[in-house]
């Protein structure tokens, strides 16, 4: 019973981060934008955030810090993307490696410190049950939010005008152009609200389930991002399933070593790449559902009028 609590606690807590940065990659993508960058902003804000909850002790402040710094990164990215026409690979790799260093050079002085958890907020009644409700109902309030943010992104692309403004950018900027609307200025706040977005995953990390800032602990969780957008075919409730299952796969090294199961470290540190990687060559094979699902704009250059 004390696994399965730790396996429910433990997904969540390593899934929240992912689902909070993938919704956002999944907008910015949903407008016809490719941004391999989430690596690096999520590094940046895991530096940032954690700085700002030792000097003041608000984790909601560290969270917002995180994403407001993330933001400011793809907001470069966004530039060079949008108005001077940068390769969106090329980029969003260079952005991101640009965040990644920036994370290294601000959080060096904090190598190794610890900060104190962020308050648990337990469903009142639910929290109780045996076994489901400490694994799944007493956890930070923010964990709670992210699938009601979620349920508004699914909506929003379903029925609201913005959702599917965003949506007609991302698949025929010249036919959105035409019917009035200013492609670039929704791609380009796209852009910032993922970066946000990412941020806020970014800082989650540092500051509330690890509570802890270490150079390189975002450890490929970007990247994961980014093909968890990819596994769920840019669908908001496949992002939320899939979000929890590598979230499951992430805390397979704790879950393993609790149960007393002798394994290389290495090998179970490295099952949530290994999911990604199958998961990635499972979808691939089936590339006519790719063509289906993904914008159709997606990671093309416009280069209509500013």
Do not use: C
């Amino acid at each position: 019973m004390d696994s399965l609590t730790f396996l429910l606690s433990g997904t969540i807590l390593a899934a929240t981060p992912l689902l909070i940065a993938a919704l956002g990659e999944l907008i910015v993508e949903k407008s016809g934008v490719l941004n391999l960058s989430v690596e690096g902003m999520m590094a940046l804000a895991a530096a940032t955030g954690f700085i700002v909850v030792s000097a003041t002790g608000s984790h909601w402040l560290a969270l917002f810090a995180g994403g407001i710094a993330a933001m400011l990164l793809s907001a470069v990215f966004a530039v060079v993307v949008l108005f001077a026409l940068g390769n969106q690979v090329a980029s969003g790799i260079a952005v991101g490696i640009l965040g990644l260093g920036l994370a290294g050079l601000i959080g060096t002085p904090y190598e190794g410190m610890t900060v104190a958890p962020m308050a648990r907020a337990p469903v009142p009644l639910l929290s109780d049950i045996p076994v489901l409700g400490p694994g799944l109902f007493n956890h930070p309030l923010i964990v709670y939010l992210v699938p009601l943010v979620a349920v508004l992104l699914w909506w929003m692309f379903r029925t609201a005008k913005l959702g599917l403004v965003i949506r007609a950018v991302g698949e025929s900027p010249e036919s959105a152009h035409a019917v009035g609307y200013n492609v670039l200025a929704v791609r380009f706040a796209a852009v910032l609200v993922g970066g946000f977005m990412a941020g806020v995953g970014g800082a989650f990390i540092s500051v509330v389930s690890s509570t802890l800032w270490s150079d390189g602990m975002i450890a490929g969780r970007g990247w994961i991002v980014i093909a968890l957008v990819v596994f769920a075919m840019w669908r908001v409730e496949r992002v939320v399933l899939g979000a929890y299952l590598f979230g499951m796969f992430a805390i397979a090294e704790l879950l393993v070593q609790s149960m007393g199961i002798s394994a290389p470290s290495q090998l179970l540190t490295s099952v949530p790449y290994i999911a990604t990687i199958v998961a990635i060559a499972l979808l691939s094979r089936d590339g006519r559902r790719i063509r289906l699902n993904a914008p159709v704009s997606l990671g093309r250059v416009y280069a209509g009028t500013h």
